[in-house]
Every structure is written in structure tokens, then in C-alpha cells.
């Protein structure tokens, strides 16, 4: 039996856990984003900081399972066509999955040995930011380009316009930080709901042509 068919998208049990599988992968990174901000605030916040960032988690992963459960209602195998088109986006994901990383251990190399280390998480977050370009194009996501635009500028204004340093609550923060680890995480949920929601169309149209 084929997979149903929404536009020239092939919709199957395997399609919709791959859709679940980026909702999973978003909701690890994006937690610990928050994670990171939430540690740079030195306490404060806490612990009611800890637990919206594992509540948002948690919604994540309930959706992720939902959608597991619903495309059992769908074809589970995909079109010769489409297991096609699955194991080249496979290949193509790998490579920029790899590229990230080895660029991500180029820019700690280069920053320790230039001594700037604070220069971290700002290049952390552009690098990422800039592997969901190819990302949209290769799974045809809108939202990875806008999750891919957000986290550039994200890096981009925090390194320009942001003071390194500052105080609160009578002791000093780590700025760069904090805003680059709620403002990632907040990137990242929205572009895991984003996945979330555009998987639960395409179960919807599916069932309701089948």
C-alpha cells in the first residue's frame, strides 16, 4: 500500500516519525539552552526557571509521542519515489550534522588560542543557526529558516550591542550567557512546536483523503 499524498508530499508512518524524531531533537537542545542561561544567572530565578524550561520540555515530548501514535492510523512503508528522496535527505542530514559539529570544535580551537573564549556561545549559536538553512531547504521547513534567521541574529546582536557583564540582583551576570541560552531556547521551542503542528496537518489531511 502507498502513502497517501498531500501536494507532492508523501505522508506515511515513517514521515511522521521522522517529523517526531525533530521535536525530540529540538526539545534536548532546546532544554539545554536553558539550561545554560539559567545557570549563568548565579540562583536567581530558581528553581521556578528550571521547572518552565521542563514543563516546555515535557509538552514537546508529548507531542513527539502523540505523533508517533497517531501515524499508526497511516501507511507505514513509503513510495519507491519517497524512500528515495528519504535516503538522500538522510545523507545530506548527516553531512551537515557533521559539519556543525566539526565547526563548532574549529571555532573552540581558534578561541582559545586567539584567548577569547568569551566569544563561546555566540559562535555556538550562529554556527547552529546557520545549519538550519540547509535544513530548510532539505526537509522544505519553513520554520527551520526562520529558526535559522533568529539564531544568527540572536549571536549577531548579543556580540554588538550587549554588555559582556552586568549586575543583578547585587551580583554580577554573565549577560552574553543569559541571553544566549533563554534566547536559543526560545528559538528552538518555537521551531519544535512549529514541527509539531506541521505534522499534525499533514496526519489530519491524510486521514481525512484516506
Known amino acids: 500500500m502507498e502513502s497517501t499524498s498531500v501536494g507532492n508530499e508523501p505522508v506515511s508512518a515513517a514521515r511522521i516519525h521522522g517529523f517526531a524524531s525533530g521535536v525530540f531533537l529540538v526539545t534536548i537542545f532546546s532544554t539545554a539552552w536553558a539550561m545554560v542561561g539559567i545557570g549563568a544567572l548565579n540562583g536567581i530565578g530558581q528553581p521556578w526557571l528550571e521547572i518552565i524550561a521542563?514543563?516546555?520540555g515535557l509538552l514537546l515530548v508529548a507531542g513527539g509521542t502523540k505523533l508517533i501514535r497517531s501515524s499508526r492510523q497511516l501507511p507505514g512503508a513509503r513510495s519507491e519515489k519517497a524512500d528515495k528522496q528519504h535516503r538522500e535527505r538522510t545523507r545530506w542530514f548527516?553531512?551537515?550534522f557533521v559539519t556543525e559539529i566539526a565547526l563548532i570544535?574549529?571555532?573552540?580551537?581558534?578561541?582559545r588560542a586567539l584567548n577569547r573564549v568569551d566569544l563561546f556561545f555566540p559562535a555556538i549559536v550562529l554556527i547552529v543557526g546557520l545549519h538550519f538553512f540547509p535544513l530548510g531547504y532539505l526537509f522544505q521547513i519553513r520554520a527551520h529558516y526562520i529558526?535559522?534567521?533568529?539564531l544568527c541574529a540572536l549571536a549577531?546582536?548579543?556580540?554588538?550591542?550587549?554588555?559582556?557583564?552586568v549586575g543583578l540582583a547585587g551580583q554580577p551576570i554573565a549577560a552574553w550567557q543569559v541571553i544566549i541560552g533563554f534566547g536559543a531556547a526560545l528559538v528552538l521551542w518555537g521551531d519544535g512546536f512549529a514541527l509539531w503542528q506541521r505534522a499534525r496537518s499533514l496526519v489530519s489531511v491524510a486521514q481525512n483523503s484516506s
Open 94 to 96: 548527516r553531512a551537515t
Open 105 to 111: 570544535l574549529s571555532a573552540l580551537v581558534i578561541l
Open 54 to 56: 521542563v514543563v516546555v
Open 156 to 165: 549577531l546582536i548579543t556580540f554588538l550591542v550587549v554588555p559582556e557583564h
Open 147 to 150: 529558526t535559522a534567521l533568529s
